[in-house]
Antibody
Framework: EVQLVESGGGLVQPGGSLRLSCAAS????????MNWVRQAPGKGLEWISY????????HYADSVKGRFFISRDNAKNSLSLQMNSLRAEDTAVYYC?????????????WGQGTLVIVSS | DIQMTQSPSSLSASIGDRVTITCRAS??????LNWYQQKPGKAPNLLIY???NLQSGVPSRFSGSGSGTDFTLTISSLQPEDFATYYC???????????FGQGTKLEIK
């Protein structure tokens, strides 16, 4: 069974940093492209970052470019999101999402999410 | 940047109704369009990929159609578990942006 489990969320002050993790199991992690998607309270879904299966290709949404950094450790079946210079508008549930092995791309498996609150 | 616009933003319907949700892209995206269902407090769930392909395990009452800029998600006969929020998403942008629509909340009438 495919499982994605996020961790690392919590309360952080504006300007602070936080590192999210996503532990993957039940599939060959190194074969799959991965993403982070977030959802502010009461709002819609916002894709924020993508990483290829090898880690050689990375993309970010403009809203987080230069502040957030995605990475992966295929040996540990783990995806990470380093979040710096956090703002109140970064408050959201953060999901890791796997891309299906096909084109066009789609997110076929999601974690349960981890809540990040940016507040003083 | 590609903008995705869903209509309506909310919708009330009854059990057994046929329901259609529309998604329009600001430019042609071929068939690079996905649909997700999200229930309160839960992660989204992929329903339809590549505009019209049913994801494994999704009931056949869900269907998708369209290409270019105009797409529809249809639920042929609403069931109690279908009351949720639905999102479309494009995967056409280069570089990748994966823009979502704003969502359509489907409520019980």
């Amino acid at each position: 069974e495919v499982q994605l489990v996020e961790s690392g969320g919590g309360l952080v002050q504006p300007g602070g940093s936080l590192r999210l993790s996503c532990a993957a199991s039940g599939f060959t992690f190194s074969s799959y492209e991965m993403n982070w998607v977030r959802q502010a309270p009461g709002k819609g879904l916002e894709w924020i970052s993508y990483i290829s299966n090898s880690g050689n290709s990375i993309h970010y949404a403009d809203s987080v470019k230069g502040r957030f950094f995605i990475s992966r450790d295929n040996a540990k079946n783990s995806l990470s999101l380093q979040m710096n210079s956090l703002r109140a508008e970064d408050t959201a549930v953060y999901y890791c999402a796997r891309d299906a092995l096909r084109i066009p791309r789609s997110h076929d498996s999601w974690g349960q999410g981890t809540l990040v609150i940016v507040s003083s | 940047d590609i903008q995705m616009t869903q209509s309506p933003s909310s919708l009330s319907a009854s059990i057994g109704d046929r329901v259609t949700i529309t998604c329009r892209a600001s430019q042609s995206i071929s068939i690079y369009l996905n649909w997700y269902q999200q229930k309160p407090g839960k992660a989204p769930n992929l329903l339809i990929y590549a505009a019209s392909n049913l994801q494994s395990g999704v009931p056949s009452r869900f269907s998708g159609s369209g290409s270019g800029t105009d797409f529809t998600l249809t639920i042929s006969s609403l069931q109690p578990e279908d009351f949720a929020t639905y999102y479309c998403q494009e995967s056409y942008s280069v570089p990748l942006e994966y823009t979502f629509g704003q969502g359509t909340k489907l409520e019980i009438k």
